[in-house]
């Protein structure tokens, strides 16, 4: 499953453009795809999704991207066989300092400091977490559209690839549209609608006249 930047936006509650820079600074890239030029976009793995997450969480806790990335650098540098730091390891931060935990449970690393009190962050909580925005992304969505005076149930579908939605009308075999937001996707299913029914009424008039 592949996730644009608009998709983990949502996912981690992170900006667009905060993302954005993540990876232009070369702190988080995604593994999928990365930006090729205007128009291209990022693509990442639900591996990416856990690292944002985690950075994301370490930001939120008071931890700088500065601490972030200088932590990264101390233990790509000395646990060489972990690929993924962010999404390998299991952290502690006071908001100050960032720990990492090792197989040892009498053993924590200090990544930058020697430490005092701190609280941990559960790679198992955030994946879990991960997982049911997912699932919350990707669960199908059913809203009640009146066209003509007739109201239509119509189904809405999250795109993670290409962003926003397509939506789709049951009642109507291939009616189908798609917009960036919930409101235009609305309009639009409304107006693929009122098109289908338009076809509709005309084959319906050239059968009876046949």
């Known amino acids: 499953m592949n996730f644009n930047t608009k998709a983990v936006s949502k ?32 693509l990442y793995s639900f591996t990416d999704l856990i690292r944002l997450k985690v950075a994301k ?39 100050d300092t960032i720990f990492v935990l090792t197989d040892d449970s009498q053993v924590v690393i200090d990544t930058l400091r ?12 955030i994946m879990d977490d991960l997982k049911g925005e997912v699932k919350d992304l990707h669960d199908q969505r059913k809203y009640d559209v009146i066209v003509m005076k007739q109201k239509y149930t119509v189904i809405f579908h999250a795109d993670t ?36 029914l338009e076809v509709l009424s005309e084959k319906e008039k050239a059968a009876n006249v046949s």
């Open 161 to 196: 690839e290409d962003g926003g939605y397509w939506v789709e009308c049951p009642d109507i075999p291939g009616c189908i549209s798609q917009g960036d937001t919930v409101e235009e996707a609305i309009d639009m299913i409304k107006d693929a609608i009122k098109g289908c």
């Open 114 to 125: 020697n430490g005092q009190l701190v609280f941990s962050i559960s790679l198992g909580a």
């Open 11 to 42: 996912i981690i509650r992170a900006t667009q453009r905060q993302i954005g820079y993540w990876d232009t600074t070369h702190l988080i890239k995604p593994s999928i795809q990365e930006a090729s030029g205007y128009g291209s976009a990022r």
């Open 57 to 95: 969480t370490l930001l939120d806790k008071g931890v700088s991207l500065q601490k972030i990335r200088k932590a990264i650098v101390y233990l790509k540098k000395h646990m060489p066989d972990v690929d993924n730091p962010l999404s390998d390891l299991k952290f502690l931060t006071d908001g």
